[in-house]
């Protein structure tokens, strides 16, 4: 089946610093999105990615749709204690089918 | 505003207990769904309705019943309960099908089977 990749597991960055992750997959999505969950509550839609080569930013956090629609990016710049988390990437193959998730990446910052 | 509310938030259950999850949402969407989430594996959909009277399967069905008799309500059964299906649980609504831009979460139960 269809797959996402999120690696690595854990990251630990310090406030302040920029951080970028990416989700790849050996299968084509034609809409890829970014989820954060804080601890404790479920996961919430950070951005939504629809067109191949699509950059688009929310605040702080900028994703971009790959050329290949095999991977999408989410960096985040100067980093803030709130924004530990985890991080889900989530493809989908058409508008109405099924989402498929990544692992997620387990951030962290130190104050 | 509610949401989407999951109760109970914290259970545990003996090994063969039948429990049922409740998930609620008040934003009037078709489109309801569980996920169970475990360390590493991220997100897996569990079942899912695309309406009142709808249920299908997801991707880790074993084990779990749904049904769907309004579209408010959405409840999660486990019909006998395994250490395997410790996990924690997410219902999540959407108003258009299953699309992620507009899913919107509860925000989770905790089951422990012992």
């Known amino acids: 089946g269809q797959q996402l990749n999120q690696s690595p597991q854990s990251m630990f960055i310090q406030e302040g610093e920029d951080v970028s992750m990416n989700c790849t997959s050996s299968?084509?999505?034609?809409?890829w999105l970014w989820y954060k969950q804080d601890p404790g509550e479920g996961p919430v839609l950070l951005i939504a990615?629809?067109?191949?080569?699509e950059l688009t930013s929310n605040g702080r956090l900028t994703a971009q749709f790959g050329i290949t629609r095999k991977d999408s990016f989410l960096n985040i710049s100067a980093s803030i204690p709130s924004d530990v988390g985890i991080y889900f990437c989530?493809?989908?193959?058409?508008?109405?089918?099924?989402?498929?998730f990544g692992k997620g990446i387990t951030l962290s910052v130190r104050p | 505003n509610a949401g989407v509310t999951q109760t109970p938030k914290f259970q545990v259950l003996k090994t063969g207990q039948s429990m049922t999850l409740q998930c609620a949402q008040d934003m009037n969407h078709e489109y309801m769904s569980w996920y169970r989430q475990d360390p590493g594996m991220g997100l897996r959909l569990i079942h899912y309705?695309?309406?009142?009277?709808?249920?299908d399967q997801g991707e880790v069905p074993n084990g779990y019943n749904v049904s769907r008799s309004t579209t408010e309500d959405f409840p999660l059964r486990l019909l006998s309960a395994a250490p395997s299906q410790t996990s924690v649980y997410f219902c999540?609504?959407?108003?258009?099908?299953?699309?992620?831009?507009?899913?919107?979460f509860g925000e989770g139960s905790w089951l422990t089977v012992v």
């Open positions: 999540a609504s959407s108003r258009d099908s299953l699309s992620g831009n507009t899913i919107y």
């Open positions: 990615l629809y067109k191949a080569g």
């Open positions: 989530a493809g989908q193959v058409q508008t109405n089918s099924k989402l498929t």
């Open positions: 309705s695309v309406g009142a009277g709808i249920t």
């Open positions: 299968s084509i999505f034609n809409t």
